[in-house]
Structure formats: structure tokens, C-alpha cells
């Protein structure tokens, strides 16, 4: 079981970094970038979105971080219920639940306003005339959206995140 449990542990905790890295990444920089250089920028996002497996990535170690962590907790839990009234077994499963949270933000609403995205960056690119002011402010209003609701799923990684490294410590 001990092999089991790192391989778990380290898929988890690699596919966790990866997915949580990227969420601070597009946040704090990609969006910014994006919004600040116009029509560059959604050349840049039309050729993530397009041309690279970035969100399949994303997406896929999301899935991935949520499936081993469900796994390592049913394990070490042994699926009693009575392992929630432990200090770390508490703070274990509130992470757990943060995590699935983040991870149905991600999966059910992120990855919508992605593909949005696109089929508006496509409808953007496909002429040779000037951009569409209406479909510009779609966009517009897309950018904005993805970063209201990535701010939320950020906020449920970081609440997994500290309940996963904190959980150990528990004083009670």
C-alpha cells in the first residue's frame, strides 16, 4: 500500500502544482497581458486556445489532482466517517472539498468561457475588416467573466492548498 500511496502522492501533488501554478499564471499575468495589448493579445489567446493542448493540460491535471487526492483520502480514512473528527482529518476533508469546488469551477465553468472565448476570437480573426465593436465587447465581457470566476476557483485552491500542508499541524 505504501507504493501505492506515493505514486498517489506524487501524481497528486505534481498535477496540483501544475493546475494551481497556471491559475496564478493566467490571472496575475496572461489575462492582464491579453486585455493590455488588444488585438495582439487575442492572437496570442486564439493560438493557445488553438494551436497548443495548454487547457487539455489544465483541465487534465485538474481532474487528475482531484481523482488521486479522493483516492489517498478514502484510503488513509479507510471511508470511516468518524475520521473527520480528528483535527487533520477535518482540516483533510475541508481542503478535499475546496478542491472538488475549484476543480467543478474549472471543469463547468472555465472551460465554457474558454471555448466561448474562442468561438469569439475565430468570429474576430475570420475578416479582413476592422474587429466588430459588438463582438470586441464580447470578448470584452468574456475577459471579464473568466476573471471573476477564476478568482473564485483560485480562491478554493488556496483554501485546498493550506488545509492540505496545514492539516499535519493540527492542534486539535
Avoid: C
Avoid at 481532474?63 to 483535527?87: A, K, R, W
Avoid at 468561438?119 to 463582438?135: C, F, I, Y
Avoid at 476573471?147 to 500542508?165: D, H, N, P, Q, R
Wanted: positive net charge; without cysteine.
Amino acid at each position: 500500500m505504501n507504493i501505492l500511496m506515493i505514486i498517489l502522492r506524487v501524481i497528486h501533488i505534481l498535477s496540483g502544482v501544475f493546475w494551481v501554478g497556471f491559475a496564478i499564471f493566467n490571472l496575475a499575468f496572461l489575462q492582464p497581458t491579453i486585455r493590455a495589448t488588444g488585438a495582439e493579445g487575442q492572437k496570442t489567446l486564439q493560438y493557445l486556445m488553438r494551436k497548443t493542448r495548454l487547457m487539455t493540460s489544465v483541465y487534465l491535471a485538474a481532474t487528475l489532482t482531484m481523482f488521486t487526492g479522493l483516492i489517498q483520502l478514502g484510503i488513509i480514512s479507510n471511508l470511516q466517517h468518524s475520521f473527520i473528527n480528528s483535527g487533520w482529518g477535518l482540516i483533510i476533508t475541508l481542503g478535499s472539498v475546496s478542491g472538488i469546488i475549484a476543480w467543478f469551477i474549472a471543469i463547468h465553468f472555465i472551460r465554457r468561457i474558454f471555448n466561448q472565448m474562442g468561438v469569439v476570437g475565430a468570429e474576430l480573426q475570420s475578416s479582413d475588416a476592422p474587429p466588430n465593436p459588438e463582438k470586441l465587447s464580447e470578448m470584452q465581457a468574456l475577459v471579464e467573466r473568466l476573471g471573476k470566476v477564476g478568482k473564485t476557483a483560485l480562491v478554493f485552491m488556496i483554501i485546498s492548498v493550506i488545509g492540505m500542508a496545514a492539516a499535519r499541524y493540527s492542534i486539535f
